[in-house]
């Protein structure tokens, strides 16, 4: 019998799952936003995932549904989960990962280190908070946010005066979440593939540079890191895994402090960025893994293949014609790079497409990536 696996959102997420579908011989049925998606070769359905209806229709005749991104309300994940289908992640673990408010109460109560925070209702909350924390700042929106949006350094709390109007015009109450501003020497992140039945498998602790708030590079495993840090990000992935339900593959985002700790920045609960490496640089790439971890199938090697992997995004690709005009030059001059695009027009700032190199020396394979994914630039 065929396995079924759906996925709700149509980005590029969902169409880097379709080719390990094939290989496993999945069927990959994908619920897209709006016509010509990113992962319009597997869309199957066209539909708002905020409609419950919608997505039960589509949730009819799969064996599980997962997801390219974590914006499906909790009353539609509510409602898939009463009518029996198996959604992994589920609605209990996606909630901390929707809600930043939470995921920081959740992170406290199993004492996993991050910086400290505080729920702000008002300006005034937020003025003793940067009173108490040298005067700067990181606000962030709880809900929403992602590549940088949503979040602001701050000095003065009138500084989010227009986040409290908003908070106040919903007349729901809330709060905005401020964290103290970390002086961090690198940005980490640690991926954790987990199965319902509790098995998990964790790939190596990676670095990434992050240019404007969005992920620029990934070097796995991450550079002088030696074995306590590596077993530290690791069990941080896997105590966070494990302490919030999480099926199918999670990414932790981390800093390393100047003072060698290492604190929680964000959670993503499916594919990631961080993760992109792994395609061509893993035994098991995260796309694969996480179909085998929402399946409950057993998970794949995490092992990487050679000694380093880095993977540079293009963004916003070449100002005249398609990224495609520009393949021939970059396969010619670097013909150990992987190039990856995801069937999106060019934009200014716009995550279209990836390069990842693999090599015994750092310096030259990091080199290749970049020189190849500059050919996409203009």
């Keep these: 019998m065929t396995l079924r ?11 880097m799952m379709i080719a390990p579908a094939v290989e496993l011989g999945i069927e990959l049925r994908v619920l897209a936003e709006q016509p010509g998606m990113a992962a319009s070769l597997a869309a199957t359905a066209v539909g708002d995932y905020r409609d419950a209806e919608t997505v039960l229709a589509f949730a009819r005749d799969v064996d599980v549904v997962t997801f390219d991104h974590e914006h499906v ?3 539609v994940l509510h409602a898939l989960e009463e009518a029996g289908v198996a959604v992994r992640p589920g609605a209990d673990a996606l909630r901390f990962a929707q809600d930043k408010l939470l995921m920081r109460a959740r992170l406290e109560e199993l004492g ?23 005067g700067r700042a990181v606000v962030k929106t709880p809900r929403g946010g ?9 000095s003065a709390a009138t500084e989010a005066d227009d986040w409290f109007t908003v908070l106040a015009e919903d007349a729901r109450g809330g709060a905005l979440l401020v964290e103290e501003l970390v002086e961090f020497t690198r940005e980490l992140a640690q991926q954790v593939a987990r199965r319902p039945s509790g098995d998990m498998r964790s790939y190596p602790v990676v670095e990434t540079v992050q240019r404007e708030g969005v992920c620029a590079e990934v070097i796995a495993p991450a550079p002088h890191a030696a074995e306590r840090l590596a077993d530290v ?3 941080i ?4 895994a494990e302490g919030l339900g999480v099926t199918g593959m999670l990414a932790v985002e981390l800093f390393e402090t100047s003072d060698e700790r290492v604190l929680v920045n964000e959670l993503a609960m499916r594919p990631h960025n961080s993760g992109h490496w792994s395609q061509d640089g893993a035994v098991t790439g995260q796309f694969e893994q996480h179909l085998r971890a929402v399946l409950d199938l057993p998970l794949g090697d995490t092992t990487p293949r050679e000694a380093w992997s880095v993977m540079v995004n293009i963004l916003g690709g070449p100002v005249a014609g398609g990224l495609s005009d520009r393949f021939a030059a970059a396969m010619a001059e670097h013909p150990a790079a992987k190039i990856h695009t995801y069937g999106k027009d060019p934009r200014p700032g716009r995550k279209v497409g990836h390069v990842t190199v693999a090599g015994d020396e750092l310096d030259e394979t990091a080199y290749e990536a970049r020189a190849a994914a500059v050919h996409f630039d203009d």
């Design 5 to 15: 696996v759906g996925v709700v959102g149509g980005g590029q997420l969902a169409r």
């Design 73 to 75: 309300p909790q009353p």
């Design 112 to 134: 996993m280190p991050q910086p400290d925070w505080a729920a702000v209702a008002d300006a005034t909350e937020l003025q003793d908070f940067l009173d108490a924390h040298g």
């Design 146 to 154: 992602y590549d940088g949006k949503g979040v602001r350094v701050v």
């Design 233 to 235: 990000a690791r069990g």
């Design 237 to 240: 992935g896997e105590a966070i």
